[in-house]
Every structure is written in structure tokens, then in C-alpha cells.
């Protein structure tokens, strides 16, 4: 039977300990999808979406980078990591905003927290900056779409 690993014997938060782990190459890769009604989706000029506060997904892209960075600011038991890489690839397909973010490193835990914060943190200012044409915006998904390089590789089948 699988235990939480953020838990101590005695029940108490506990960052997990990664002292005895070996280092190697991690990336992850997370997902998140953003529905905008047709209102907003008229404004989608090329690759982007032009508003007064300016271009929406450049500014996600930023915004899902500075995220991902400083992921261990916003979850409480996660180890800060220096990534090597974090990319995010914005695009539309009808009504829906897909944003992918992947992170990579080198360490002794993985950057999956990291990459799924940088998708949800994308996907929160796509609706920021959206908002102003409608408040009908769905921030549908966000999930972990594959890992490696740690103790189990994961590969989202669906």
C-alpha cells in the first residue's frame, strides 16, 4: 500500500527527504486549457490575442515562466529548484486555449509541480487579461501530461 511522502511518522508535513537520491535529468510536462467564448476568440489576431493591457499569450508565457521558477514559494513542501529549461507553447483550436508548459533539470527531485504551475499560472492570466470582453471564460484542465527521469516515468495516455 502507497504512503503520502509528505507526511512524517507522527503525521505532521515533512518535506520529503532527497538527500540519498541521484541526480538526473527530469522533465515534465503539464497541460492546461483555457475555454474562451466567441466574443473574446474574435480578438485572435495571427497567434495572438491583442488587448489594451497587451499581447495575451505573450504575457502568459512570461507570467507561466516567472510561476515555474518560484514554485516552491507557492507549495508549501516543494523543494526550490534552479531549472535548466522552461518552455511555454500557447495555441488556439476553436474556442479552447491550449497552453503547455515543460521543465527540465538536473537534480534529485522532479519538476512536475513546476510545470504544472507554470501551465495554471498561463492559464489564470489568459483569463486576467481576457476578462474585460467577458467574464464566460473556463479554465478546464490543467493535468500532468508526462514525466521522467526519476524513480517512475509517467505518460498520460488520454
Known amino acids: 500500500m502507497k504512503e503520502f511522502?509528505?507526511?512524517?511518522?507522527?503525521?505532521?508535513?515533512?518535506?520529503?527527504?532527497?538527500?540519498?537520491?541521484?541526480?538526473?535529468?527530469?522533465?515534465?510536462?503539464?497541460?492546461?486549457?483555457?475555454?474562451?467564448?466567441?466574443?473574446?476568440?474574435?480578438?485572435?489576431?495571427?497567434?495572438?490575442?491583442?488587448?489594451?493591457?497587451?499581447?495575451?499569450?505573450?504575457t502568459a508565457i512570461i507570467a507561466g515562466t516567472m510561476a515555474a521558477k518560484r514554485t516552491s514559494?507557492?507549495?508549501?513542501?516543494?523543494?526550490?529548484?534552479?531549472?535548466?529549461?522552461?518552455?511555454?507553447?500557447?495555441?488556439?483550436?476553436?474556442?479552447?486555449?491550449?497552453?503547455?508548459?515543460?521543465?527540465?533539470?538536473?537534480?534529485?527531485?522532479?519538476v512536475e509541480m513546476e510545470a504544472l504551475v507554470g501551465a495554471s499560472v498561463a492559464a489564470l492570466t489568459v483569463y486576467d487579461m481576457c476578462k474585460a470582453f467577458s467574464h464566460d471564460i473556463v479554465i478546464k484542465e490543467t493535468r500532468l501530461l508526462d514525466k521522467t527521469g526519476g524513480k517512475n516515468d509517467f505518460h498520460q495516455t488520454t
Do not use: W, Y
Open 73 to 110: 514559494d507557492l507549495i508549501p513542501l516543494c523543494h526550490p529548484l534552479g531549472l535548466d529549461s522552461c518552455k511555454l507553447t500557447i495555441t488556439a483550436d476553436g474556442n479552447e486555449v491550449i497552453i503547455e508548459c515543460t521543465t527540465a533539470l538536473e537534480a534529485k527531485t522532479g
Open 5 to 58: 511522502t509528505h507526511i512524517d511518522p507522527k503525521g505532521n508535513p515533512s518535506m520529503v527527504d532527497v538527500s540519498d537520491k541521484a541526480i538526473t535529468r527530469r522533465v515534465a510536462r503539464a497541460r492546461s486549457i483555457v475555454v474562451l467564448n466567441d466574443d473574446i476568440m474574435q480578438h485572435l489576431q495571427g497567434q495572438d490575442i491583442q488587448t489594451k493591457k497587451g499581447p495575451v499569450f505573450q
